[in-house]
């Protein structure tokens, strides 16, 4: 309003000033130049005088109109371009639709996050909301009609390709003066950060598991020590041996039963890192004996091969070693189907290190996985049965004790990890143990 009233006032302005000086000029040549004419000359005189300052004037608002036409279709010009560069630079999907959701609008993320060119949704309808949620679209719009805000809502979008995926939505009212009112969508892909949340769920849901495990423990230790003993000494007075035989065979139950909770006690305990020089045989066999009852209850098939390791030891931390060898069992267990078989071995390595290895007899990994088969919540099982950490977590385990771990897979043929290690100077690292 401000900018017509002071175009309307230069204009008036100016055009008085010309008229002015137009008069002012010709009343300066008549008085010197024509003071002596008739009536007549001096009457076309003054018409000629009309006339020549009418087009002047008609000139001169046609120029500074026209110069003001410019100026603004330049400005309005930049203005658009600079709306579309904003708009095409904003990062997320940005979608105007009206309450018919015909698609008005349609910048350049919205087409590299929903595989739709901008030429084919425009003056279509809105191609992206599931079925499932065109209930849920139609209760947001009403919504906004009603003035209440919808800003920052997770729910789902279907691109051309692929499947639904979660987006964070906002939408918000937009309308040109007195024209009906649009709807302006703005969405964001947020797959990685619910993958991230769901991980942590499920860390925080094992946490609690690990702690609920060490406490279970920790009350079953001390009634399986009272029957051990009480099975020791129905041993010592039984007279009869089939009865000495069947109590024979009752502790052996119960010492199993006993190392196994010493050793979840051990596993659920956070100590420091304790190195020193580990028998890596001796421990092999160790985490296969602890992990036998959940390899013969899937009916799988474990055999043990650590003849190249024997006598071999390692500089590591016995807790950490164990929960490596625990992890690679695990994943392989997973991995196979029931009348599978697993395998765990000491190989030879390079001058000065040892191998072992796990090898399994399952699906096998994609080569498109194997890249990425040691980040951090990367997992290609199905959801709830992995958060991802497991071979994250055996891969710092073999860094921080100086070795290297790989993997050998085709699909369908299995897969098998690698693991060297160096070998512990017995004489020098003896009885040293460095947190």
């Known amino acids: 309003m401000g900018e017509k009233r002071w175009f309307w006032a230069t204009l008036t302005l100016s055009s008085i000033t010309i008229v002015s000086v137009v008069f002012a000029a010709w009343e300066l040549a008549e008085s010197r130049f024509f003071r ?23 000139f001169w608002a046609a120029w500074f109109v026209l110069r003001q ?39 350049a993320s919205a087409e590299r996050m929903y595989g739709f060119p901008r030429s084919d949704v425009l003056g279509g309808g809105l191609p992206i909301v599931p079925a499932s949620k065109a209930a849920e679209l139609e209760d947001f719009m009403q919504r906004v009609e009603r003035g209440e805000a919808v800003l920052d809502v997770e729910t789902i979008r279907q691109p051309k390709d692929g499947e ?50 060490a406490g279970t423990a920790h ?22 041996p089939a009865i000495e035989e069947d109590a024979a065979r009752l502790e052996e139950g119960l010492n199993f039963c006993r190392n196994f909770v010493r050793r979840l006690l051990d596993f659920t305990r956070g100590t420091p890192m304790q190195k020193q020089p580990q028998d890596l045989a001796a421990v092999i066999e160790s985490v296969c004996g602890f992990f036998l009852p959940a390899i013969q209850a899937k009916q799988v098939t474990l055999s043990v091969d650590v003849a190249e390791g024997r006598g071999q030891q390692v ?36 001058r000065g ?45 073999v860094v921080e004790h100086g070795g290297t771990i790989q993997l050998e897979s085709q ?3 299995g897969a098998t990890f690698y693991v060297d290690l160096p070998l512990a100077d017995v004489p020098q690292m003896a009885g040293s143990a460095r947190p």
Not at 70 to 79: T, Y
Not at 332 to 337: K, N, R, T
Not at 361 to 384: M, N
Request: glycine share 8%.
């Open 315 to 350: 500089h590591a931390d016995r807790n950490l070693l164990e929960t490596l060898l625990l992890i690679l069992l695990s994943n392989a267990l997973d991995a196979v189907p029931p009348g599978g078989r697993i395998r765990a071995f000491c190989r030879p390595a390079a």
């Open 69 to 107: 036409r410019h100026r603004s279709e330049e400005d309005l010009r930049r203005s658009r371009e600079r709306y579309r560069g904003l708009l095409q630079a904003f990062p997320g999907a940005v979608i105007l639709y009206d309450s018919d959701l015909r698609v008005s609008e349609w910048n």
């Open 164 to 213: 639904p995926f979660e987006v964070q939505l906002s939408l918000l009212p937009y309308s040109e003066s007195a024209g009906p009112l649009y709807f302006l969508e703005v969405t964001s892909d947020i797959r990685e950060r619910v993958r991230w949340r769901e991980r942590m769920v499920e860390v925080e849901k094992l946490t609690s598991m690990g702690k609920m495990a």
């Open 36 to 58: 002596t004419v008739d009536y007549v000359t001096l009457h076309y005189l003054y018409i000629t005088r009309g006339v020549a300052s009418s087009l002047l004037l008609a």
């Open 411 to 413: 699909p369908g043929a």
């Open 219 to 240: 009350h079953l230790n001390s009634p399986l020590a009272a029957l051990l003993i009480r099975v020791q000494m129905l041993r010592q007075r039984a007279l009869d």
């Open 353 to 397: 290190r040892i191998g072992f290895g796990v090898q399994d007899s399952g699906c096998g990994i994609s080569a498109a996985h194997r890249d990425r088969i040691f980040e951090p919540f990367f997992t290609t099982k199905e959801p709830g049965k992995g958060t991802g950490l497991g071979l994250a977590i055996a891969r710092n385990v």
